[in-house]
């Protein structure tokens, strides 16, 4: 934490604004990768900070009639034991947004981390719960594991990653969270004029390949390998399509969710937000020939990777539909520009025929923004024994798991992984299971 001078600090009542700097008192994590603080009675979300620290934070954002601002700590008066240098040179205050947490120790990043789940469950859902955030293995440093990386460009051509909240460009010459194999390919001294972006992907199976965005004429499709104790294969997956990133993710979640549901041969399960079939097909190799599995996706290069992937097993099928869409459900109202509420265009509400009217097992992965109300209620509907909800924000998970509890299910179970070292997302797991009909 430096400036390039000693700063003025604000230390008077009144609004503070964009670029004011103030000394503060630093309390807890907050979902997000900040904490927070408070100045004169207005929240601050601090980064770059820690529980307890003390610290001159940087105003970066303010805005008339917000009660709450946003900083950087620029430099640290009374540190936490906790407190480590980075070991990347671009992450601090106005560099690289990627990485939330390279300033604390590995360990108390996931006391962090779990602090966040307990805290989104407690106050979204009523529940207090005794979890804690797994280490995840191939990577102890915290470093090196990150096998799917895009990597903007800048108006020079240069390769690098994007400030926190911002569209600027922040020219690298490495990035330590990506898997080794991401950097030798040379993506980083390379000129990349004219292309908005470029996508680098180191599978598990073969060699590392590069596309830049939108100069490739086709996308190149990679095999990634799941190794697990309970379920082993192989996947087609596109360069661009979605994958979990650290190399020992997949395999952990697979076994994880197979653990907790437990399927039974000749039971009926449904694989929402199904992506490239990975949990699909870990569930048809478990009901067998005797049982069904129905995945439901809406990109359409997943669900025709979907159908290949899952090629083996006759009792699976793939439908290609947005999953409040084949519910028949109305889609969830989105912000405008102005920042009001827009409804969805008006359409016709119809159930897609080929989801069961049932089902024994039902797998929930969930985009960052939950299933919502009228999923869940959809999902209970089914009547399954059990439900495994995947979930990559636990502000999300807690809410959906308020709204399976209105429904009947209780959570059972619960796992969090530290799928992102030096990031703040993790990845949870939940079990939940049928308590009243």
């Given at each position: 934490?430096?400036?390039?001078?000693?700063?003025?600090?604000?230390?008077?009542?009144?609004?503070?604004?964009?670029?004011d700097?103030?000394?503060?008192?630093?309390?807890?994590?907050?979902h997000g990768?900040?904490?927070v603080a408070?100045?004169?009675?207005?929240v601050?979300?601090?980064?770059h900070?820690l529980?307890?620290e003390?610290?001159?934070?940087?105003?970066?954002?303010a805005?008339?009639?917000?009660?709450?601002?946003?900083?950087d700590?620029?430099?640290?008066?009374?540190a936490?034991?906790?407190?480590?240098q980075?070991p990347?040179?671009?992450a601090?205050?106005?560099?690289?947004g990627?990485?939330?947490?390279?300033h604390?120790?590995l360990a108390?990043?996931?006391?962090?981390?779990?602090?966040?789940?307990?805290?989104?469950?407690?106050?979204?859902?009523?529940?207090e719960?005794d979890?804690?955030?797994e280490?995840?293995?191939?990577?102890?440093?915290?470093?090196?594991w990150?096998t799917r990386?895009?990597?903007?460009?800048?108006?020079?051509?240069?390769?690098?990653?994007?400030?926190?909240r911002?569209?600027d460009?922040?020219?690298?010459?490495?990035?330590?969270?990506a898997?080794?194999?991401?950097?030798?390919?040379g993506?980083?001294?390379?000129?990349?004029?004219?292309?908005?972006?470029?996508d680098?992907?180191?599978?598990?199976?073969?060699?590392?390949?590069?596309?830049?965005?939108?100069g490739?004429?086709?996308?190149p499709v990679v095999?990634?390998?799941?190794r697990g104790?309970?379920?082993?294969?192989?996947?087609?997956?596109?360069?661009?399509g979605?994958w979990?990133?650290?190399?020992?993710?997949?395999?952990?979640?697979?076994?994880?969710?197979?653990?907790?549901?437990?399927?039974?041969a000749?039971?009926?399960?449904l694989d929402?937000?199904a992506?490239?079939?990975?949990f699909?097909?870990?569930?048809?190799?478990q009901?067998g020939?005797t049982?069904?599995?129905?995945?439901?996706?809406?990109?359409?290069?997943?669900?025709?990777?979907?159908?290949?992937?899952?090629?083996?097993?006759?009792?699976?099928?793939?439908?290609?539909?947005?999953v409040?869409?084949?519910?028949?459900v109305?889609?969830?109202?989105?912000?405008?520009?102005?920042?009001n509420?827009?409804a969805?265009?008006?359409?016709?509400?119809?159930r897609?025929?080929?989801?069961?009217?049932?089902?024994?097992l039902v797998?929930l992965?969930?985009?960052?923004?939950?299933?919502?109300r009228d999923v869940?209620g959809?999902?209970?509907?089914?009547?399954?024994?059990a439900?495994?909800?995947v979930?990559c924000?636990p502000?999300?998970l807690?809410?959906?798991?308020?709204?399976?509890?209105?429904?009947?299910?209780?959570?059972?179970?619960?796992?969090?992984?530290?799928?992102?070292?030096?990031?703040?997302?993790?990845?949870?797991?939940a079990?939940f299971?049928?308590?009243?009909?």
């Open positions: 934490m430096s400036g390039s001078s000693e700063p003025t600090v604000h230390a008077g009542p009144g609004d503070l604004s964009a670029g700097e103030v000394e503060l008192e630093v309390g807890p994590v907050a990768g900040f904490c408070r100045h004169e009675g207005r601050v979300f601090l980064r900070a529980p307890g003390r610290v001159v934070a940087r105003v970066t954002e805005r008339e009639g917000q009660r709450f601002v946003r900083a700590a620029v430099r640290v008066t009374a936490s034991p906790h407190r480590v980075p990347c040179p671009y601090g205050p106005g560099l690289c990627g990485c939330d947490f390279q604390a120790d108390y990043q996931r006391e962090l981390k779990t602090a966040v789940v307990r805290e989104q469950l407690s106050r979204l859902a009523g529940l719960v979890v804690e955030v280490e995840l293995p191939g990577a102890p440093d915290g470093l090196g990150r990386v895009e990597f903007a460009v800048d108006g020079a051509g240069r390769a690098g990653l994007r400030q926190h911002s569209h460009v922040v020219p690298v010459d490495t990035c330590l969270i898997d080794r194999r991401v950097l030798a390919t993506v980083l001294e390379q000129d990349w004029s004219g292309e908005q972006s470029v680098v992907v180191a599978p598990s199976v073969g060699e590392p390949v590069v596309v830049p965005v939108p490739a004429d086709a996308v095999t990634e390998a799941v104790d309970r379920f082993s294969g192989e996947f087609e997956v596109s360069a661009r979605f979990q990133v650290h190399p020992a993710a997949a395999t952990t979640f697979v076994d994880t969710v197979l653990g907790m549901l437990a399927p039974r000749g039971e009926t399960a929402l937000y992506g490239v079939g990975l699909a097909r870990a569930l048809a190799e009901v020939p049982g069904r599995v129905v995945a439901v996706e809406s990109d359409p290069r997943a669900t025709d990777e979907a159908e290949r992937n899952l090629a083996a097993h006759p009792s699976t099928l793939v439908v290609r539909a947005r409040d869409d084949a519910f028949g109305p889609r969830p109202t989105r912000k405008g520009a102005s920042g509420r827009r969805a265009r008006g359409r016709k509400l119809r897609h025929p080929m989801l069961p009217p049932t089902a024994d797998v992965d969930p985009p960052r923004t939950g299933a919502g869940v959809q999902v209970a509907a089914l009547g399954a024994r439900v495994a909800y979930a924000d502000a999300a807690a809410r959906d798991t308020a709204y399976l509890a209105e429904h009947g299910y209780a959570l059972q179970g619960l796992r969090a992984f530290d799928a992102f070292p030096m990031t703040h997302h993790l990845e949870c797991i079990l299971e049928r308590t009243r009909t």
